[in-house]
């Protein structure tokens, strides 16, 4: 929405701020609107970013919670549980996609980004041991192809 619909960034601003937010403890999406919050109206912005972006979302889930607490034990709410984890899973692939694709004009940046993958995906090592190696690496090979 922030590249595509409000055009508030380019894909690759979205991509450098979301890769410094992934390095910040807590939730990526969070780390992301408290950093927009304080781009564009300061310390207010970002904690009125964090208050919008939690509020609704946790009066949700503690409902779905409570409801699920008293239904779970019913198979099409598990069925529908089942069918809700391949629709997230799908989402979260297509937001990947969206993300890379800045990439795609910098073979080397696909390059990495395979790299991790891989690494993460396919052979379980931890993400944090993965990027302290990987990130000076792709900084560096950035810096120096000046794209």
Known sequence: MLVEQRRWLTPTEFSELLGVCQFLPGPNIVNLSVSLGARWHG????????????????????????GYDHFSALPVVRNAFGGLAAGAS???LSTALKIAEPLRAWPTGLAI???VTLAVAVLRWPLPVVLVVVAPVAIALAHWSKR
């Open 113 to 115: 980004a395979g790299i």
């Open 43 to 66: 310390p207010i912005g970002s904690v009125v970013a964090f208050v919008g972006l939690w509020a609704a979302p946790l009066a949700i889930v503690l409902c779905l919670a409570a």
């Open 90 to 92: 799908a989402l979260i």
